[in-house]
């Protein structure tokens, strides 16, 4: 099956700086690959997905980059606020919407420095 | 809309006992999951569902069941409880659409079994 790898567990960064968090996957037959970002408590939020026929995809200050044939794909945020702080979640499916699931990375605890 | 809504949020159960996490959404979604949540493992996948009627495993489905006769709720019962089976429990929907997957988590039920 599916194998999501996240790196790094721990990321501390200044406000204001950019933070990026990789993951690698294994199944060459993914081909949706979603972000979430989980407030202690909660559950996870969608913030940013993409498709395996697009190669980056931004929404303001977030931004996703795929590489499918060194299959791994990034989450780049910039000019990162104090709000920002949370564990974040790369995640990956074969079955476009996640009609069999969803594969997951074991998470990022973003730390915004103020 | 309420979303996907998990009952109950909390829930403290003796080793053997048998329990239902209730799981119901209004979106409409074609495609209903659940995770488990535990430290430093990410959220893995215990039983999935493309449409009422259908349903099958994922990653960790040993000691859960589930059904699903409607295409609003999807419940997850636990039949003889066991201390490895303390965790935080998500219950999620998507769709397969051109606009996008619209997957969406539920805020948790927290178990533990004493």
């Known amino acids: 099956g599916e194998n999501v790898e996240q790196h790094p567990s721990t990321l501390s960064v200044q406000e204001g700086d950019s933070a990026v968090i990789k993951c690698t996957y294994s199944?060459?037959?993914?081909?949706?690959f979603p972000w979430y970002k989980q407030e202690l408590g909660k559950g996870p939020q969608l913030i940013i997905d993409?498709?395996?026929?697009?190669g980056e995809k931004k929404d303001q200050r977030i931004a996703v980059t795929l590489n499918k044939t060194a299959k791994h794909f990034s989450l780049h945020i910039t000019e990162t606020q104090p709000e920002d702080s949370a564990v974040y979640f790369c995640a990956a499916s074969t079955s476009g919407g996640g009609a069999d699931g969803l594969t997951f990375g074991k998470g990022t605890h973003l730390i915004i420095q103020p | 809309n309420a979303g996907v809504t998990q009952t109950p949020k909390f829930q403290v159960l003796k080793t053997g006992q048998s329990m239902t996490l209730q799981c119901a959404q209004d979106m409409n979604h074609e495609y209903m999951s659940w995770y488990r949540q535990d430290p430093g493992m990410g959220l893995r996948l215990i039983h999935y569902s493309v449409g009422a009627g259908i349903t099958d495993q994922g990653e960790v489905p040993n000691g859960y069941n589930v059904s699903r006769s409607t295409t609003e709720d999807f419940p997850l019962r636990l039949l003889s409880a066991a201390p490895s089976q303390t965790s935080v429990y998500f219950c999620?929907?998507?769709?397969?659409?051109?606009?996008?997957?619209?997957?969406?988590f539920g805020s948790g039920t927290r178990l533990t079994v004493v």
């Open positions: 999620a929907s998507s769709y397969q659409g051109q606009g996008g997957y619209g997957y969406t």
């Open positions: 199944d060459s037959a993914s081909n949706y």
């Open positions: 993409i498709r395996s026929n697009v």
